[in-house]
């Protein structure tokens, strides 16, 4: 006797060879849901951000790295990074975190292309070569771990 449970609609049926936890397929237009709430509560965060200066200390919580061992972590002066970019000052935001500058325009757009695709846009564009993909923790690790060495190059990294 076999028992099926019923699926949700625009979500795959769990196979009989992953069983129970085989992964969920969703549908384009479930994804393009959650693609754009992650968009809206992006703008909801910039906007709070623009308007409220996380230099001065009491609006934002305390980075617990940070707190914990005074040593700055890889997102330390992200949020001082944003509130420089959104206001239009990109050398003040790359004093407070280079690495925020460098990536978050990389982020948006990655983002931008997926909702694109998802709304139906299916123009070829060149992928991210998969032996790379191991080097983005690698980068991250670097950058902690330099930002927080006392070195004469180093210390421009500090938040």
Known sequence: MTVTRPVAPGVAPA???????????????AR??????????????????????PARPG????????????????????LRAAHQLLHGHPVAAADYNLFFVVVAPILVAG???ALARLAGWRRRLPRVPPRLLPAI???????????NLPL???TWLAA
Do not use: E, M, N, Q
């Open 15 to 29: 196979s009989a060879a992953g069983g129970f936890w085989s992964p969920r397929v969703w549908s384009p237009r």
């Open 32 to 53: 393009l849901t959650g693609f754009a709430a992650v968009g809206a509560l992006a703008v909801a965060a910039c906007v709070r951000l623009y308007l409220v200066d």
């Open 59 to 78: 609006h934002y919580p305390l980075c617990p790295f940070r707190w914990a061992t005074s040593l700055d972590c890889p997102g330390c002066g992200s």
């Open 111 to 113: 983002w931008a292309l």
């Open 137 to 147: 923790p690698v980068l991250v690790i670097a950058f902690w771990v330099a930002r």
């Open 152 to 154: 004469p190059g180093c």
